[in-house]
């Protein structure tokens, strides 16, 4: 039970940050990734196409999901929305 206690916040200040940073992450998701074609800036669909981007953005989730598994899972699902919206708009140039 050791990694239980490893996950928990160390502090108040990281407690908030974690509840802030979900929080964020749901209204994203909620406000954004729920709805089909929602039209993104242009600038983050022409950065998507450079692999390093897509290699960034994936560093960013593992990052978070070590930070906190709540955090984690909000990114990963704005990761594969944007994904998902992103492979839809370049499809119809």
Same mark, same amino acid.
């Given at each position: 039970m050791d990694w239980i206690q490893a996950?928990?916040?160390?502090?108040?200040?990281?407690k908030y940050l974690r509840v802030v940073a979900a929080f964020f992450l749901f209204a994203w998701n909620w406000l954004v990734?729920?709805?089909l074609e929602n039209p993104y800036p242009a600038t983050l669909?022409?950065?998507? =196409?450079i692999? %390093?981007?897509?290699?960034?953005?994936? =560093?960013?989730v593992? %990052?978070? =999901?070590?930070w906190c598994p709540s955090v984690g899972i909000m990114a990963a %699902? =704005?990761?594969v929305c944007l994904g998902a919206d992103v492979l839809f708009f370049t499809s119809r140039k």
């Open positions: 996950l928990a916040p160390t502090s108040e200040t990281d990734a729920t709805h669909i022409d950065s998507y =196409a692999p %390093l981007t897509r290699v960034g953005l994936l =560093a960013l593992v %990052l978070s =999901a070590m %699902l =704005a990761y």
